[in-house]
C-alpha cells in the first residue's frame, strides 16, 4: 500500500529512515531528536523527517533533583535503560551527569527484555532510588515495574505519568496522549501541504518555539511542554 506520512513515537525513526527519503515522517515523541540523528538541528530538521521533541537529556536534571527532594536520604541512584535504545544512552547519560552534581553515587542497569525485568534484588543492593529512561519495554510492563519495585521499598521516576498511575512514585515529563493528539491536529491544520493529502507538524510549544525563517513543513522542530505529576 501507497502511503503519504508516517507517524510514530519516535524509536522507529532509524529504520523508517533508510526505508525511504521521500515519503515524510513524522515522530510524536522523539526523545532527544539532533543527539539521536533524527534531524539536523531543531531549527532546521531538514530531510524528510520532523516532529515533537521531549528533550529528555535535559529535562533528567530535573527529574533527579525532583527525586532528591522527594527522597532526603538518597545517596545512591540506579539508572536503569534498554541501551539498544540510542535515546536510552543519550538519557542515561544526562541522568548520570546530573546525579554526580548532586554527589549522589551511580549504578547503571541495562534491561532489553521483558525477561530482564525480574527480582529487584540487584538494584535494591546498589540503589536507594531507581530512575527509568523513556523506553517502549518499560512502558509497556509499566505495572510489573513498579510492582518489584514497591516490593523492593524502591522509590521510582519516570518520564510518563501513567507510570505513576500504575503505582510508580513520580514523574516528570510531557503528557503523552496528548503528544500524539497535537501531531494530529497540527497535522490536519498546516497549510504546507507536501503531497496530495498530507500536512506536517509544523508547531508545538510557542514559547520553546525555534523557526528557520522558511515556509517549509521541515523547516521546524518543536520541544513539547513539560508537566510534573508526582506523588509523595
Not at 533528567?60 to 532528591?68: D, I, N, P, S, T
Not at 509499566?142 to 516490593?151: D, M, Q
Amino acid at each position: 500500500m501507497k502511503v503519504d506520512v508516517i507517524v510514530n513515537s519516535g524509536s522507529a525513526v532509524p529504520a523508517l529512515k533508510e526505508a525511504t527519503s521521500v515519503i515524510p515522517i513524522v515522530f510524536a515523541a522523539g526523545s532527544d531528536p539532533v543527539g539521536s540523528g533524527y534531524v539536523s538541528s531543531l531549527a532546521r530538521p531538514g530531510g524528510n523527517v520532523t516532529g515533537l521533541s521531549l528533550q529528555a537529556t535535559e529535562t533528567a536534571g530535573k527529574w533527579v533533583e525532583l527525586l532528591r527532594e522527594i527522597v532526603p536520604d538518597l545517596h545512591r541512584l540506579a539508572i536503569v535503560a534498554n541501551i539498544g535504545n540510542p535515546s536510552n544512552v543519550l538519557d542515561m547519560g544526562g541522568a548520570q551527569a546530573a546525579a554526580r552534581t548532586l554527589g549522589l553515587e551511580v549504578a547503571k542497569f541495562d534491561f532489553r527484555r521483558a525477561e530482564d525485568i525480574s527480582g529487584f534484588e540487584v538494584l535494591n543492593s546498589r540503589g536507594d532510588a531507581l530512575y527509568f529512561c523513556n523506553d517502549p519495554l518499560f512502558f509497556t510492563n509499566r505495572i510489573r515495574i513498579n510492582a518489584l519495585a514497591l516490593g523492593a521499598k524502591l522509590p521510582t521516576t519516570f518520564g510518563f505519568r501513567e507510570h505513576v498511575e500504575a503505582g510508580g512514585l513520580m514523574s516528570y515529563g510531557a503528557n503523552f496522549p496528548n503528544l500524539f493528539r497535537r501531531a494530529a491536529g497540527e497535522s490536519a491544520r498546516n497549510d504546507n501541504v507536501l503531497a496530495v493529502r498530507v500536512c506536517l507538524l509544523e508547531s508545538n510549544d510557542p514559547i520553546n518555539r525555534r523557526s528557520g525563517g522558511t515556509s517549509s513543513a521541515m523547516s521546524h522542530l518543536y520541544r513539547a511542554p513539560q508537566e510534573e505529576h508526582k506523588i509523595a
